[in-house]
């Protein structure tokens, strides 16, 4: 576990997000880029709430769709990864 | 020797020519050019004063230090473009009047695309400039449906339905032998120089079909091309937010509607389907593209 699993995860406030059927996109206006999310980066996306970590995110994946544990964890923690690389995400 | 079209000076003449709703004051000593800017454009023998867009001279005069001819566009005395070489005329100021007649519909969204339609279904081809959006909008046009654009899609921010622009298809060099009943190219003379593309020709809309030019309608399709010859030809659908992220990436007027505009481009995905094809020869993808719409 990196010190960063317990992190509480929270969406930054100036950002344009919309959805489509069951995936979503996100606009950043400071880099000026939009981001395509599928359908489990949209789950994510939407508990990025500010009181949940990882671990309370992954839940949530196990909860709406059929994967193992193991798989789910994985998705989440590289979701996460991509959102902060891009900055979508409060420091 | 290379070959030149037969430039020379003839009596000044002037004329008003029409693209969309604006309309532009040409005057020259150059007869040929005349010629070829009255087969691209219509033309009407008088203008009203105050309905004047932009007035251009397009001269051909002696340069200062040599015998060499030089030719130039002016607006409003001030000199916009100057060339030794005769065939890059036109398409510069082709290009100046799209880009003013764009710059008057800044309240449609516009999206770097081709635009056709059938049966009142607008199918939208979002491409890069090597894309092959014109080659691919000929073959359509051919086989029976409207013209809207080779360049811009205007997409109504309120409706979402899609308006015509209607400008003249500029077809690149590496084209000119696909379309041999419109008898093009290096053959028929008619090709120019354009600084970022090399050889061009330019084809009236209604060279290639009657009543060519199609209405505002809803947008059925976004159909994003990729030309790769070795590659198989494919039609795969794509997710709506993939649409949307490659239509964002070419929007042209993206600061005018702030927030708005990713609202626009949700609302048309999700009326429209979405697929990206791979292009690897020009009929069997007009074939595949209107099977699809027709059916639809």
């Known amino acids: 576990m990196s010190p960063f699993d317990c992190d509480k995860l929270c969406k930054r406030d100036n950002l344009l997000y919309r959805e489509l059927e069951d995936e979503s996109v996100v606009f950043d206006p400071e880099a000026n880029t939009v981001h395509s999310l599928n359908i489990t980066a949209t789950v994510v996306w939407n508990n990025c709430d500010g009181k949940q970590d990882l671990q309370d995110i992954t839940e949530k994946i196990l909860d709406k769709f059929d994967v193992p544990q193991e798989n789910a964890t994985e998705d989440v923690k590289k979701i996460i990864n991509n959102f902060r690389e891009l900055r979508l995400l409060k420091k | ?296």
């Open chain 2, 1 to 296: 020797m290379r070959w030149m079209k037969q430039y020379g000076r003839g009596d000044n003449f002037c004329g008003y020519y029409r693209l969309l709703h604006e309309t532009f004051r040409i005057e020259s000593n150059i007869e040929r050019f005349r010629e070829e800017f009255e087969n691209l454009y219509p033309c009407n023998n008088s203008g009203k004063i105050g309905d004047i867009t932009e007035s251009y001279f397009v001269w051909e005069e002696e340069g200062d230090d040599t015998s060499e001819l030089i030719y130039s566009v002016y607006q409003n005395n001030r000199i916009l473009y100057k060339t030794v070489d005769p065939l890059r005329l036109l398409p510069f100021l082709e290009w100046h009047l799209n880009n003013t007649t764009l710059a008057k519909l800044d309240n449609y969204l516009q999206v770097h695309a081709g635009v056709i339609a059938k049966n009142g279904k607008g199918i939208i081809l979002p491409a890069s400039t090597e894309g092959g959006k014109t080659t691919l909008i000929i073959g359509l046009m051919m086989r029976g449906f409207k013209y809207l654009s080779d360049e811009v899609a205007l997409i109504d921010p309120r409706t979402h339905n899609i308006f015509s622009f209607p400008k003249n298809l500029c077809l690149k060099e590496g084209a000119f032998n696909l379309f041999d009943p419109l008898r093009i190219g290096i053959q028929s003379k008619e090709y120019y120089v354009r600084s970022s593309k090399g050889r061009v020709c330019f084809i009236n809309p209604e060279r290639i079909t009657p009543n060519a030019i199609g209405c505002p309608c809803e947008v059925a399709f976004l159909i994003f091309p990729h030309y790769n010859p070795s590659n198989p030809l494919e039609l795969k659908k794509i997710s709506k937010s993939e649409a949307v992220l490659n239509m964002a990436k070419r929007l042209l007027n993206l600061p005018y509607f702030q927030g708005e505009w990713l609202d626009i481009l949700v609302e048309l995905a999700k009326k429209a389907e979405c697929y990206n094809i791979s292009v690897n020869n020009l009929p069997d993808t007009v074939e595949l593209i209107s099977h699809l719409v027709e059916e639809r």
